[in-house]
């Protein structure tokens, strides 16, 4: 089958390997309608992250499952299925209390990589959720982005306890921030402010239900917020970049009492005790236990009621994995499906 | 009247000073039946915050209101009332919210002290609860307690989401730990772990409801909490000490998706992005908004369900305030109250 491996910074290539196998009784191999390239793929690609040998890329992933280990009772051979980008088991006492990204048996959810023609998807019974039937093809992106942005943008919603009567920012206008105003919006936040600087994704956020957009950053963008909420802040904040100057900027959004959620991957992020002592903010995030959504998720994109498939603004064939990555990485897409 | 006055380190004296008197039409003036030393007045003591001018001291109270400015509403000359120690106004959105220690107009709650026969004090309709009657001598430690100690062990506990089924560590054995341990005991957590070194706090925390206590420290504590709960850390912490190690002593007892409950004064704590993202802990604290728990605090002192007024093990008249001083600073006691 075709995979996608990345060799060194920039040197992404799509390769014929082996079709992955059963490997545990508790795997199952899917064959994947759609997978995409993630923000935090650019990171090895940028070279931030060393690439010590070849690098299967991709954990995002929705398809058909083709085989399952001979202890997976709930995930059927032929089920369309999506699952998240942890592998968790559903049964430990973490799963069971939502957090399945912190799984106690916590496995990558595709170890061998999604950006393939098959995954390998371990844990199958815990980590896969099947949809109701076989999808249109227009359902596909929407599923696909339920695996990762759209259910870490709804828990970084969650998280800041975004919901009626609330006030909700969002830091960050990639695709999970826009799936986290898509979020606070479903969730019945009453104003949505979202913070970006980029036409076409203000565009999209304000389609997805943003009521206010604002373009300062930094004091800047918290002063805008404080101005737009009678200088107490707002509710509820999604941090979704994950830098120490865009977490500062979510607390400094957030009212006295108020909730940040994060879900951008931290990167050297500082937080002293005057950051959250006085301000009396909440704080709460990490990798969103998108398990726990994606029942609830997959419901409403097949109602219809979603569409968070709209983040994808390029797609391609797989085989053209390395245009994908230069188009992420130069910033002319906000994120980039892959057909197999 | 006298007063307590910090001039300097370990200078600690009681004065000759004018009774204070209404400044704003909404204050009240209180006449007190009981008044204590916080473990925060030591900072000074010791020298670690600044003197710069004659400081009055104290911010826990309670007494008889003696008189009430003239926009005064619902408090009544002659009403038994306790206080918090930030004044609030009880009707702003942050108020309103829970958050009184993050009011808008928020102030001092014994601006001139309150380790003296009387107290203004600001905003006393916002701020002052009053006893259903006069209450009985032996009530007036406890409810004295409610003014700082109590209602801040009750928030860290409650920021900590104690609760039925719960297990909850408390890190701190001082009477705002203590004062948690009985909280966590009374929203009904199944086990309280509380973190002690000395056998006098560690017999009072059983008695107010901790079923385990840890002697270990650091590493070694997080490691017995873990011992202790399967592996996972518990479900809610409470932090009761605000330096960075025994934050991060919280932080690390704490389970995936588990509550970090912080409201030890923080001092030179640092947090990173590791210590919080994949840990998925929440973390909320801050200066206790007292008030939002006062009238149930009182209501069970009232009716003698909580005995919190036991952290109190040396009692002083408030002329000898300087041998009270001495004893918390030598650890002779743990908290002393004061008669005026």
């Given at each position: 089958?075709?995979?996608?491996?990345?060799?060194?910074?920039?040197?992404?290539?799509?390769?014929?390997?082996?079709?992955?196998?059963?490997?545990?009784?508790?795997?199952?191999?899917?064959?994947?309608?759609?997978?995409?390239?993630?923000?935090?793929?650019?990171?090895?690609?940028?070279?931030?992250?060393?690439?010590?040998?070849?690098?299967?890329?991709?954990?995002?992933?929705?398809?058909?499952?083709?085989?399952?280990?001979?202890?997976?009772?709930?995930?059927?051979?032929?089920?369309?299925?999506?699952?998240?980008?942890?592998?968790?088991?559903?049964?430990?006492?973490i799963c069971r209390s939502g957090y399945q990204?912190?799984?106690?048996?916590?496995?990558?959810?595709?170890?061998?990589?999604?950006?393939?023609?098959?995954?390998?998807?371990?844990?199958?019974?815990?980590?896969?959720?099947?949809?109701?039937?076989?999808?249109?093809?227009?359902?596909?992106?929407?599923?696909?982005?339920?695996?990762?942005?759209?259910?870490?943008?709804?828990?970084?919603?969650?998280?800041?306890?975004?919901?009626?009567?609330?006030?909700?920012?969002?830091?960050?206008?990639?695709?999970?921030?826009?799936?986290?105003?898509?979020?606070?919006?479903?969730?019945?936040?009453?104003?949505?402010?979202?913070?970006?600087?980029?036409?076409?994704?203000?565009?999209?956020?304000?389609?997805?239900?943003?009521?206010?957009?604002?373009?300062?950053?930094?004091?800047?963008?918290?002063?805008?917020?404080?101005?737009?909420?009678?200088?107490?802040?707002?509710?509820?904040?999604?941090?979704?970049?994950?830098?120490?100057?865009?977490?500062?900027?979510?607390?400094?959004?957030?009212?006295?009492?108020?909730?940040?959620?994060?879900?951008?991957?931290?990167?050297?992020?500082?937080?002293?005790?005057?950051?959250?002592?006085?301000?009396?903010?909440?704080?709460?995030?990490?990798?969103?236990p998108?398990r726990r959504?994606?029942?609830?998720?997959?419901?409403?994109?097949?109602?219809?009621?979603?569409?968070?498939?709209?983040?994808?603004?390029?797609?391609?064939?797989?085989?053209?994995?390395?245009?994908?990555?230069?188009?992420?990485?130069?910033?002319?897409?906000?994120?980039?499906?892959?057909?197999?």
């Amino acid at each position: 089958m075709r995979k996608v491996v990345m060799h060194a910074p920039r040197d992404v290539r799509v390769e014929d390997v082996e079709r992955p196998r059963i490997v545990e009784p508790t795997d199952a191999i899917v064959r994947l309608a759609a997978t995409c390239i993630c923000g935090s793929d650019l990171w090895p690609y940028r070279g931030a992250d060393e690439i010590i040998r070849p690098q299967p890329m991709g954990h995002e992933y929705c398809g058909v499952v083709e085989e399952v280990g001979s202890a997976v009772r709930d995930v059927e051979v032929g089920q369309f299925v999506v699952g998240s980008f942890f592998a968790s088991d559903g049964t430990c006492e973490i799963c069971r209390s939502g957090y399945q990204t912190g799984c106690v048996h916590r496995q990558p959810g595709a170890p061998e990589g999604a950006q393939a023609e098959y995954a390998r998807i371990p844990l199958a019974d815990g980590t896969l959720v099947a949809t109701p039937g076989m999808p249109d093809a227009d359902l596909v992106p929407s599923l696909l982005a339920a695996s990762d942005v759209l259910g870490t943008g709804w828990f970084g919603a969650v998280a800041a306890e975004a919901g009626p009567g609330k006030t909700v920012a969002v830091v960050g206008d990639g695709a999970v921030g826009l799936c986290a105003v898509l979020a606070a919006k479903q969730l019945g936040a009453e104003r949505i402010i979202a913070f970006s600087r980029h036409a076409d994704r203000q565009a999209l956020a304000r389609e997805f239900g943003a009521t206010d957009v604002v373009e300062e950053r930094g004091e800047e963008g918290i002063a805008r917020v404080r101005e737009l909420t009678g200088g107490l802040g707002a509710h509820s904040v999604v941090e979704a970049v994950g830098t120490h100057e865009s977490m500062h900027q979510a607390i400094g959004s957030t009212r006295a009492g108020g909730h940040v959620g994060f879900v951008g991957v931290l990167h050297d992020v500082t937080i002293t005790g005057d950051d959250i002592f006085m301000t009396h903010v909440h704080l709460h995030g990490g990798p969103a236990p998108v398990r726990r959504f994606l029942p609830d998720l997959i419901d409403r994109i097949w109602k219809r009621e979603i569409d968070p498939g709209r983040v994808f603004d390029l797609e391609l064939p797989l085989e053209e994995a390395a245009e994908g990555y230069r188009a992420m990485d130069e910033r002319r897409a906000t994120k980039v499906l892959l057909r197999p």
